[in-house]
T-cell receptor
Framework: EAGVVQSPRYKIIEKKQPVAFWCNPISGHNTLYWYRQNLGQGPELLIRYENEEAVDDSQLPKDRFSAERLKGVDSTLKIQPAELGDSAVYLC?????????????FGAGTRLSVL | KQEVTQIPAALSVPEGENLVLNCSFTDSAIYNLQWFRQDPGKGLTSLLLIQSSQREQTSGRLNASLDKSSGRSTLYIAASQPGDSATYLCAGFQGGSEKLVFGKGTKLTVNP
């Protein structure tokens, strides 16, 4: 069974440029999460989807970040414009349901460097 | 607000040693405590999940315990191997929320 797939693996951009990340969750998982992990820190939740509905986006900086999950499967996370402080690893995870007893499966992440 | 602290930040041990990684949390309402492993450049892999009704979980050479009253969880690794070298993160769900809160992790190096 394929795991959570993210692309690209690495992205280097100049500040003020836009950038987008893509995530394909495990088949059958209706809950999808985007996390940001700064160097030396644990991941922090940006947004959680139940199917195509964003049920928790309280930590998403909405002035520059946006996300979508069309048809409740794949998801994209966009930053426009990017700032130096956005350099981090962006992790996507999925679970069968958004319940605490359901394990979240993580992708390998996209490492973003903003110059 | 739930805060999760992991001590030590880094640990280096010789192969074969038994070791304990520590995790503490500020809110005893934490539930479904999990331990994850993260290899360099990789995502997180769930190792053990301790549900609210449980006090420990075991998988192979790994044993995780949870003491909510003291606000602590430990991950015990028996007979460590170089392949165990990775960063280990603990995380739990904040009471009244479905948000997973992570510690900063302990970077473990097992020397051959």
């Amino acid at each position: 069974e394929a795991g959570v797939v993210q692309s690209p693996r690495y992205k280097i951009i100049e500040k003020k440029q836009p950038v987008a990340f893509w995530c394909n969750p495990i088949s059958g998982h209706n809950t999808l999460y985007w996390y940001r992990q700064n160097l030396g820190q644990g991941p922090e939740l940006l947004i959680r989807y139940e199917n195509e509905e964003a049920v928790d986006d309280s930590q998403l900086p909405k002035d520059r970040f946006s996300a979508e999950r069309l048809k409740g499967v794949d998801s994209t996370l966009k930053i426009q414009p990017a700032e130096l402080g956005d350099s981090a690893v962006y992790l996507c995870a999925s679970s069968i349901q958004g319940k605490a007893e359901n394990i979240q499966y993580f992708g390998a992440g996209t490492r973003l460097s903003v110059l | 607000k739930q805060e999760v602290t992991q001590i030590p930040a880094a640990l280096s041990v010789p192969e074969g040693e038994n070791l304990v990684l520590n995790c503490s949390f500020t809110d005893s309402a934490i539930y479904n405590l999990q331990w994850f492993r993260q290899d360099p450049g990789k995502g997180l892999t769930s190792l053990l999940l301790i549900q609210s009704s449980q006090r420990e979980q075991t998988s192979g050479r790994l044993n995780a315990s949870l003491d909510k009253s003291s606000g602590r969880s430990t991950l015990y690794i028996a007979a460590s191997q170089p392949g165990d070298s990775a960063t280990y993160l603990c995380a739990g769900f904040q009471g009244g929320s479905e948000k997973l809160v992570f510690g900063k992790g302990t970077k473990l190096t097992v020397n051959p």
